[in-house]
Structure formats: structure tokens, C-alpha cells
């Protein structure tokens, strides 16, 4: 694991954005693995800036979601789909079949389907305040791929400041395993501010925790790439 810390989440969004960008130039069939939530947004907003002055094609790239919930269509404007579109997609030259969501219709053939573009070459990760990586959950068992859960109060109570109020939260969600994501050739994850600084500080630790997923990521076998901004590396002081 290579740890960087950054003055801001907006340096971040920068530097990631450059890696990513370098790399779709090299190989413009590169499988992408994207996270929604807040933690991606300076990066896809910074990728798209780059793409669009550098003219880089999206034509040929191919992306795999994290996550989605369950009971969400594509046009409620809290579904990832929407939110992919939204921040990402609608700016860049994608291809229309380009993208792939884990739903209830694909589940059992989302990490057949992963393989068959030959794996994901770069994943990017958030993290949750209690240590989840994509919708895995403490004790989510490493070997799980593509699955449903049923969300912990914890996350449920984190992502309601995304909805009107907290009923409106999904309880379940499909969402790649622990063994999807360890599979990935590259993982990048970012974690910026206070609220991520105990779980981040568990994941480094250099071993892995089942009560904290991201940990498993000690486990990987490919490059791993932490970023994390002043305010999360101060917390774990
Ligand atoms: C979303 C995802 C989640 C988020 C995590 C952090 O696709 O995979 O694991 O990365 O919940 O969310 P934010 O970035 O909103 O703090």
C-alpha cells in the first residue's frame, strides 16, 4: 500500500484525475471501476476538465460500478446510475453500452461479466466511516462477489444527508464483493476528511480486520493507492 497525503480534497481530485487520464491516453480500452458518493466528485470533475482540453476519447472505455441500490431506477436522482451520469458520463464521449451496474437481474454474472473484459485495470474506492469498501459491510466475508446486502444503520444514517430524510434510504443494495474488488489490477482509494480517519487508520494498520473491509485491501495482490487529505490524516493522530 502507498499512502499520500494531500493538503485538500480538490488536490486530490486533481492527482487522481491525472493518473487516470494518463492512463486511458495509453490504453483507450482501459475497464474503469467506479465508486459514487461524495468522495470521487473533485476526481470525476478534474477528469472530465483534463479529458475535455486534452481531448482524450471515453469512446472505447469501458466502466464497472461499485454499487446500486436496490428499489432505485436510473431516473430517481438518487440512484448511482443517475448519479454517474450526472457528474461523469454525460460530459465525456462514452459509448452507449459502455457502462455496467450490479442489479438484481445481473448479480450472479456482474463478476463473469467484469472477467470478460479482461478485469478491472483501475478501481477507485471511497471508504465508510465504519471501515466499508463499496456496500461490504464489517464482516462481510472475503470471498463474497457480487451480492445483495441489507445496509447497516451506520451507512444508512451516513448517506441520509443525501435524501430528504432518512426513510427514504434504500435498506438494501447490490454491490460488488471483497473478492471483486481484490481481483482489480489497481485500486486507488481516497478518504478525505475527519470522519474517515479511524477506519483509514485500521486499514493501515497492514493487516486484515474484518471488522473493517477496507483492511482487506492489505491482501490485494496488485498496487494499492491511498489518498488522503490533512484533515483525515490529523484525526488519526
Ligand atoms: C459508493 C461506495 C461507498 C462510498 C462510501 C463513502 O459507490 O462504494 O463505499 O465510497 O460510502 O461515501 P462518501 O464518499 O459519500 O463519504
Redesign the pocket.
Known amino acids: 500500500m502507498e499512502l499520500y497525503v494531500l493538503r485538500s480534497k480538490e488536490e486530490i481530485g486533481l492527482e487522481v484525475a491525472r493518473r487516470i487520464v494518463e492512463r486511458v491516453k495509453e490504453n483507450p480500452n482501459i475497464v474503469l471501476g467506479?465508486?459514487?458518493?461524495?468522495?470521487?466528485l473533485p476526481t470525476y470533475k478534474a477528469i472530465v476538465k483534463y479529458s475535455l482540453s486534452e481531448n482524450v476519447s471515453y469512446k472505447n472505455v469501458t466502466t464497472f460500478?461499485?454499487?446500486e441500490y436496490v428499489g432505485l431506477d436510473e431516473n430517481n436522482n438518487q440512484s448511482?446510475r443517475f448519479f454517474m451520469n450526472d457528474n461523469l458520463f454525460k460530459y465525456l464521449d462514452f459509448g452507449t453500452t459502455s457502462h455496467h451496474f450490479p442489479s438484481l437481474e445481473n448479480i450472479s454474472s456482474y463478476d463473469e461479466e467484469i472477467e470478460k473484459y479482461g478485469g478491472i485495470d483501475i478501481q477507485i474506492?471511497?471508504?465508510?466511516?465504519n471501515g466499508?469498501?463499496?456496500?461490504n459491510e464489517p464482516f462481510t466475508d472475503i470471498k463474497e462477489k457480487t451480492h445483495v446486502v441489507k445496509l447497516s444503520e451506520n451507512?444508512i444514517k451516513?448517506?441520509s444527508r443525501?435524501f430528504n430524510s432518512i426513510d427514504e434510504v434504500p435498506t438494501k443494495a447490490i454491490?460488488m464483493g471483497l473478492e471483486t474488488i481484490l481481483k482489480s489490477k489497481e485500486i486507488i482509494l481516497i478518504a478525505t476528511?475527519k470522519n474517515?480517519s479511524v477506519a483509514v487508520k485500521k486499514m493501515l494498520e497492514g493487516t486484515y480486520d474484518p471488522s473493517c473491509p477496507a483492511s482487506s485491501l492489505n491482501l490485494a495482490k496488485c498496487k494499492v493507492h491511498i489518498y488522503i487529505d490533512d484533515e483525515c490524516y490529523e484525526g488519526m493522530k
Open positions: 467506479l465508486a459514487t458518493g461524495s468522495t470521487p460500478n461499485l454499487d448511482y474506492l471511497g471508504i465508510g466511516s466499508h469498501i463499496a456496500f451507512t451516513d448517506n443525501f454491490t476528511g474517515k
